[in-house]
């Protein structure tokens, strides 16, 4: 009776390993922090890295076109996202400039191509004049938004598009220095921009919500 007591306690030893090592092997994906508080603390990612590469569009370019990459830049350490552009090998940086906007546009959902653009190629500086219709001037997403870039406030978005414009600009045509403009005044007059130093180039502003890395 002994004998037949220890060997039914081995085979219930051996079925509970087994059930443990089969529950290593579940799908743990749906576990773990889903979503991230971003710059102005009022727009969220999804389980998004510090930097993540989003759907390329490589395979969409030409042979003979030059491969960029544009940045969406949501908060710092959580949520710095890219994605490739193309653009023609002979485009000036002027174009270039256009060709990442209209890739942030068309990826985040948000009017990043509604500017006047001016480039001083002696100078080494780039100046960004939105307009009316744009995202930053307006603060307003699209009725639609983009599951990824879910804006709840105008501050919010305003952040986000001018950090991503910057940090794609100077990621694709080199060390320039940008600057900011809102229907030809400073954005200093938008709300939650006030005493934000326009002088200074936005690349180089120690401002807390200037996030380029």
């Known amino acids: 009776m002994k004998k037949a007591t220890t060997i039914l306690a081995v085979i219930t030893a051996a079925a509970m390993t087994l059930t443990m090592f089969a ?3 579940s799908d743990d994906s749906g576990t773990g922090g889903d979503s991230s508080t971003t710059t102005a603390g009022n727009s969220t990612t999804s389980g998004e890295s510090a ?3 989003d759907e390329s569009v490589t395979s969409d370019l030409d042979d003979d076109m030059v491969i960029g990459t544009v940045y969406a830049v949501m908060s710092t350490g959580v949520g710095i996202k890219e ?18 906007a209209q890739s942030l546009e068309e990826w985040t959902y948000l009017n990043f191509t509604s500017f006047d653009c001016s480039v001083d190629e002696d100078g080494k500086s780039v100046t960004i004049d939105w307009d ?3 995202a930053f001037v307006t603060g307003e997403a699209p009725e639609e938004q983009h599951d990824n870039f879910h ?7 305003r952040w986000f598009v001018l950090n991503s414009m910057c940090l794609s600009i100077i990621e694709n045509i080199g060390e320039y220095d940008v600057y900011f403009l809102a229907n030809g005044a400073k954005i200093s007059t938008f709300e939650g921009f ?8 936005y690349n180089k502003n120690s401002h807390e919500y200037v996030i380029l890395v």
Do not use: P, R, V, W
């Open 23 to 25: 529950g290593c092997d």
């Open 194 to 201: 006030e005493g934000f130093d326009t002088e200074t180039a």
């Open 151 to 157: 804006m709840y406030d105008a501050q919010s978005l």
């Open 51 to 53: 930097t993540a590469t």
């Open 132 to 134: 009316g219709d744009s």
């Open 83 to 100: 994605q490739d552009f193309g653009y023609d090998a002979d485009s000036d940086n002027d174009e270039i400039i256009d060709k990442i």
